[in-house]
Nanobody, 121 residues
Framework: VQLQASGGGLVQVGGSLRLSCAAS????????IGWFRQAPGKEREGVSY?????YYADSVKGRFTISRDNAKNTVYLQMNSLKPEDTAVYYC??????????????????WGQGTLVTVSS
């Protein structure tokens, strides 16, 4: 069972990146998928979720879009209009959190290794 996050990199302010989260050993379609991020010196925070519902943190609404391709067993996070405060290590996770716990990291069973996003000003 493995989640592989990729797509991070260095981008200028206002740029875009698309993160991917590919699963192996289990079907992503059976789980809700969350994207989390952790900036240096800060706690991990929930960014987005896609399951029976869709969730975005206020800080990314209108700029980030989560999508899933069940045929490819992959979830994506399209990030547009990137800001320096988006700089963080981004993680994908699979679980079955209750609606109110979609951004709670302890509700997730499987985690990817993280991919670094750096937004330069």
């Amino acid at each position: 069972v493995q989640l592989q996050a990729s797509g991070g990199g260095l981008v200028q302010v206002g740029g875009s990146l698309r993160l991917s989260c590919a699963a192996s050993g289990f079907r992503l379609a059976h789980y809700g998928i969350g994207w989390f991020r952790q900036a240096p010196g800060k706690e991990r925070e929930g960014v987005s979720y896609r399951g029976g519902s869709t969730y975005y943190a206020d800080s990314v609404k209108g700029r980030f879009t989560i999508s899933r391709d069940n045929a490819k067993n992959t979830v994506y996070l399209q990030m547009n209009s990137l800001k320096p405060e988006d700089t963080a290590v981004y993680y994908c996770a699979a679980g079955r959190p209750a609606g109110s716990a979609r951004s709670t990291s302890s509700m997730y069973y499987y985690w990817g290794q993280g991919t670094l996003v750096t937004v330069s000003s």
